[in-house]
């Protein structure tokens, strides 16, 4: 292996695209992103728009979706409950962080009273 | 190198059969995989999960189980290892019995034994008079919040599979600086033009992608492009309400405490949230905190307002 100095790199924000971007990027065919929309799993910044416009996020959800339909056998419905489900676990995590984060402030104070 | 244990990784017999390596194979992908854990943990069930891929890799081939099993049973799990020389004679590993499981992700041990052998390189060699643009490639970035306000800096090692003059397959490595853009988002994506795979004869390199996260701080939290943020005050600010200066990401501002305030109430500074084309807004949370009363005087400024106020908190409870 070998090894070369760093060269700064500069990049920019992926803004939301077109179908025709997206199934270039994320390298998957109209019809199955098409799929995943009357799935539900993906949803276009703006359904009325002519040239449905998808956020990037979008990337990373049909990332997801080809793993769990590769490692996991799971199908479109499936993976719908999955997403949503694991998405909502997240979620409660993070809040349920917020709360044991902010929990001893409020329990301390009554025993330096004592 | 150490040894790895691929049955204990599996947890399965070493006479296990090849329809038992597949079922804990599958038990154990549900329960590891990466896309259903989320949470602190995360980064270490994703190591579970290549290491069960990479066990499965192996002792779900026939060929490539056998040339394992002939290493034999008295190595232990992180044991230092070297294979013995001539350990795979008469194994050809020609191809085939691969899974569509990227051996990038796998160890240093299952690259010594297997992933030179063929099987893997079978686009090497130049195809004159064929172009096409190189793949994108994915990755993942995690940034500070304040570094999603003002944008900054990242370094990168990049490994890309390159032709030597002798047309082999090498693994180049490149360190690159990646600019942070201001206004990035979680779970947004940044782009490096041409810093994918390269391309074939003149086709275009391919992009790289990465998907921002944005780490989580104590007291901060972030939906979109909204803040959330923690602002701690004082019982007398809360009941008299008051004008506060604070340091938010955004920078300092002043806050205005209505009077009554409750822990739990927010106020929304409209466009201080990650900056962009439409702003989100910094959304403060109001939590009061009891001092403490540790010296005779502020005790007795208690009881004074216990002797004063008419209140009491409990009133709507029942029992």
Redesign the interface.
């Known amino acids: 292996?070998?090894?070369?100095?760093?060269?700064?790199?500069?990049?920019?924000?992926?803004e939301p695209m077109s179908l025709i971007d997206l199934c270039r990027?994320s390298?998957c065919s109209a019809e199955w992103i098409l799929e995943l929309i009357d799935e539900g799993i993906l949803e276009p910044v703006d359904e009325d728009h002519p040239g449905a416009r998808f956020?990037?996020?979008s990337?990373?959800i049909i990332?997801?979706v080809q793993?769990?339909q590769?490692?996991?056998r799971i199908n479109l419905p499936g993976i719908a409950v999955?997403?949503s489900l694991?998405d909502e676990?997240?979620r409660l995590?993070?809040r349920l962080?917020?709360f044991e984060?902010?929990l001893p402030?409020v329990i301390r104070?009554p025993a330096?009273?004592r | 190198m150490e040894y790895r244990d691929y049955y204990k990784i599996l947890d399965i017999e070493r006479d296990a059969t090849q329809d038992q390596i597949k079922k804990a194979y599958r038990k154990l992908?549900?329960k590891y995989?990466?896309?259903?854990n989320?949470?602190p943990d995360a980064a270490e069930v994703e190591q579970k999960f290549k290491d069960v891929g990479e066990a499965y890799e192996v002792l779900q081939d026939p060929e490539k189980r056998a040339a394992y099993d002939r290493l034999g049973k008295t190595w232990q799990e992180g044991e230092a290892f070297r294979p013995p020389p001539d350990w795979d004679d008469g194994f050809e590993f020609s191809g085939g019995g691969y899974t569509?499981a990227d051996p990038d992700q796998f160890g240093a041990f299952f690259d010594e034994l297997f992933s030179r052998r063929g099987g893997f390189d079978q686009t090497a060699g130049p195809r004159p008079a064929f172009h096409a643009s190189g793949?994108?490639h994915?990755a993942r970035i995690t940034i500070d919040l304040q570094e999603a306000y003002d944008g900054g800096?990242r370094?990168f090692t990049l490994?890309k599979p390159e032709l030597d003059p002798q047309g082999h397959v090498?693994?180049?490595?490149?360190?690159?600086?990646?600019?942070?853009?201001k206004?990035?988002s979680d779970?947004?994506?940044?782009?490096?033009?041409g810093?994918g795979a390269p391309g074939l004869g003149q086709g275009k390199p391919g992009?790289l992608?990465?998907?921002v996260t944005i780490r989580?701080k104590?007291?901060f939290?972030v939906e979109g492009r909204d803040v959330h943020m923690?602002v701690?005050i004082t019982p007398w600010e809360a009941a008299l309400g008051a004008r506060v200066d604070m340091r938010t990401p955004a920078g300092k501002v002043q806050l205005t405490i209505p009077k009554h305030t409750q822990t739990g109430k927010k106020l929304r500074l409209k466009a201080r949230g990650i900056p962009g084309k439409s702003p989100g807004n910094l959304i403060a949370v109001l939590?009061i905190?009891?001092p403490?009363?540790?010296t005779e005087k502020a005790r007795e400024l208690y009881r004074e307002m216990a002797r004063e106020a008419d209140f009491d908190p409990r009133v709507t409870m029942e029992g």
């Open positions: 292996m070998t090894r070369s100095k760093a060269v700064i790199q500069v990049s920019e924000i992926v990027i390298g956020d990037s996020s990337i990373t990332r997801r793993r769990l590769g490692d996991l999955v997403l694991v676990n997240a995590k993070r962080h917020q984060d902010t402030v104070m330096n009273d | 992908v549900r995989h990466p896309d259903v989320t949470g569509q793949q994108d994915h800096s370094d490994r090498v693994l180049r490595e490149r360190a690159i600086r990646v600019t942070i853009p206004g990035v779970g947004q994506h940044i782009r490096l033009s810093q992009d992608f990465l998907e989580d104590p007291g939290h923690d701690p939590k905190v009891v403490p009363t540790e």
